[in-house]
């Protein structure tokens, strides 16, 4: 399909999504490309029920809540997201737009804010062959919902802090945890692992170090035996039900290396006062922006959505005379 815009937002991370807000204020509209399934990025990816302290008004508030609060928050101005597939074609075109290809979608636009974090990402699954077989429904990379695993028998793979933490977190949920760690010593809080230890004398928590997984064995898409092996090779199977791996995520800028951007490693050279990359009318934001003493923080990357919208604003309209938007006067649409 062909989509027209005033700004593609390449990247449906947190700091995405408010620059489809700030676009919206400023009378623009957006597409917005991710080439994750779902919006909300590294939030919605790996984290999505942990809490975050440092998000201005809110003590604390989880990290799917946020990515909801922004979706509302963008829903007004009617942004178009097309996700699962990265931008795999990049062209600026002799009047100043741009022609995006993502899949079988054509974006033209007046202008582009990369929003992408740290690019394109995926879990880094265990050398498993049959592994996507289970994967939906009795294996995953990440906790979107802690009552999936009311009442099941749960395996747990990995030694950060993802991994103790959501041992801890699900064994008053499940049936029983197992924790397979490939170290005899956890890489996570050491509050968290003495908690986990804790939990294997006295609670439902079985942890088996040093191991990794070896087999997974089920009917269709549910899975019912894992098989693990210590350092010896000596293998033992139990029941389990569900199976989540915590192995960290393999990022990769893709096709926006060859875009002709000014890289630093894995991340854009940017003019921090207006978030200007090397090319005229593409602004980049969030953490794939960088620039001399940058924060990577969402709080940062909200900030730089802002200057990033001044600079496109002057791009696509030159002749239009900037104003700075009060929300409180001048309101949202209704949605």
């Given at each position: 399909?062909?989509?027209?815009?005033?700004?593609?937002?390449?990247?449906?991370?947190?700091?995405?999504?408010?620059?489809?807000?700030?676009?919206?204020?400023?009378g623009?509209n957006?597409?917005?490309?991710?080439?994750?399934?779902?919006i909300?990025?590294?939030?919605?990816?790996?984290?999505?029920?942990?809490p975050?302290y440092?998000?201005p008004?809110?003590?604390?508030?989880?990290?799917?809540?946020?990515?909801?609060q922004l979706?509302d928050?963008?829903?007004?101005f009617?942004?178009?997201?097309?996700?699962?597939?990265?931008?795999?074609?990049?062209?600026?075109?002799?009047?100043?737009?741009?022609t995006?290809k993502?899949?079988?979608?054509?974006v033209h636009?007046?202008?582009?804010?990369?929003?992408?974090?740290?690019?394109?990402?995926?879990?880094?699954?265990?050398?498993l062959?049959?592994i996507?077989?289970?994967?939906?429904?009795?294996?995953?990379?990440?906790v979107?919902g802690?009552?999936?695993?009311?009442?099941?028998?749960?395996?747990?793979?990995?030694?950060?802090?993802?991994?103790?933490?959501?041992?801890?977190?699900?064994?008053?949920?499940?049936?029983?945890?197992?924790?397979?760690?490939?170290?005899a010593?956890f890489?996570?809080?050491?509050?968290?692992?003495?908690?986990?230890?804790?939990?294997?004398?006295?609670?439902?928590?079985t942890?088996h170090?040093?191991?990794?997984?070896?087999?997974?064995?089920?009917?269709?898409?549910?899975?019912?035996?894992?098989?693990?092996?210590?350092?010896?090779?000596?293998?033992?199977?139990?029941?389990a039900?569900?199976?989540l791996?915590?192995?960290?995520?393999?990022?990769?800028?893709?096709?926006i290396?060859?875009?002709g951007?000014?890289?630093?490693?894995?991340?854009?050279?940017?003019?921090?006062?207006?978030?200007?990359?090397?090319?005229?009318?593409?602004?980049?934001?969030?953490d794939i922006?960088?620039?001399?003493?940058?924060?990577h923080?969402?709080?940062?990357?909200?900030?730089?959505?802002?200057?990033?919208?001044?600079?496109l604003?002057?791009?696509?309209?030159?002749d239009?005379?900037?104003?700075?938007?009060?929300?409180?006067s001048?309101?949202v649409?209704?949605?």
């Amino acid at each position: 399909m062909e989509y027209t815009t005033d700004i593609a937002v390449i990247g449906a991370g947190p700091v995405g999504l408010f620059t489809v807000f700030e676009a919206g204020m400023a009378g623009y509209n957006c597409v917005v490309i991710d080439s994750l399934e779902e919006i909300g990025g590294q939030l919605s990816a790996l984290y999505p029920e942990k809490p975050i302290y440092d998000i201005p008004g809110h003590a604390k508030i989880l990290a799917a809540d946020l990515v909801k609060q922004l979706e509302d928050q963008a829903a007004p101005f009617k942004p178009t997201y097309l996700l699962g597939k990265a931008v795999d074609n990049f062209h600026k075109n002799d009047d100043g737009t741009f022609t995006l290809k993502s899949g079988e979608n054509t974006v033209h636009a007046r202008g582009i804010c990369l929003a992408a974090g740290g690019g394109m990402f995926a879990p880094r699954k265990p050398p498993l062959d049959n592994i996507e077989q289970f994967e939906g429904q009795s294996v995953f990379y990440a906790v979107r919902g802690k009552e999936r695993f009311k009442d099941e028998t749960l395996v747990i793979a990995g030694g950060g802090d993802s991994a103790a933490d959501w041992a801890v977190e699900l064994a008053p949920l499940a049936k029983h945890v197992h924790v397979i760690h490939r170290r005899a010593q956890f890489r996570a809080a050491e509050e968290t692992v003495q908690q986990l230890h804790h939990l294997a004398e006295h609670g439902n928590v079985t942890i088996h170090t040093p191991c990794q997984l070896k087999a997974l064995t089920g009917t269709g898409k549910q899975l019912e035996k894992v098989t693990i092996a210590d350092l010896e090779g000596q293998e033992t199977t139990f029941d389990a039900s569900k199976l989540l791996c915590f192995f960290g995520i393999s990022p990769s800028l893709g096709p926006i290396t060859g875009w002709g951007l000014d890289m630093n490693k894995k991340t854009v050279n940017v003019d921090p006062t207006t978030m200007k990359t090397n090319i005229d009318g593409v602004t980049a934001v969030g953490d794939i922006a960088e620039y001399g003493h940058k924060l990577h923080l969402i709080l940062t990357g909200f900030a730089e959505s802002a200057l990033a919208i001044k600079t496109l604003q002057g791009y696509m309209d030159p002749d239009k005379k900037f104003k700075v938007v009060y929300s409180t006067s001048k309101g949202v649409p209704n949605s």
